[in-house]
């Protein structure tokens, strides 16, 4: 069974940073590939960044890039995500989903954590 816990959510201003982690219980290499993916209020969960175990490849909403970096720790089994400029619109609950191909979500989904960017 695959338990995942996020955490670093927060209330912040516009502007503002936070970092998410993500630890697996299972073990991050156990995966080819682990995502970020975030549900909006009143909206779809949809994809965020994602990045192979070996940390060759990266990928990124366009809504998120220049601004979003997603990062790994194997011996931790943990997985980041470094928020820089946020924006009202990144308002969401993340998830972290480990996966077996970068781009394609699997069925692990933790309880989230929710971050909320407002004045």
């Known amino acids: 069974q695959v338990q995942l816990v996020e955490s670093g959510g927060g209330l912040v201003q516009p502007g503002g940073s936070l970092r998410l982690s993500c630890v697996v219980s299972a073990g991050t290499t156990r995966f080819n590939a682990m995502h970020w993916y975030r549900r909006a209020p009143g909206k779809q969960r949809e994809f965020v960044a994602g990045?192979?175990?070996?940390?060759?490849?990266?990928k990124y909403a366009d809504s998120v890039k220049g601004r979003f970096t997603i990062s790994g720790d194997n011996a931790k089994n943990t997985v980041f995500l470094q928020m820089n400029s946020l924006k009202p619109e990144d308002t969401a609950v993340y998830y972290c989903?480990?996966?077996?191909?970068?781009?394609?979500?699997?069925?692990?989904w933790g309880q989230g954590t929710q971050v909320t960017v407002s004045s």
């Open positions: 990045i192979t175990s070996g940390g060759t490849t990266t």
């Open positions: 989903n480990p996966a077996h191909l970068i781009g394609v979500a699997s069925t692990y």
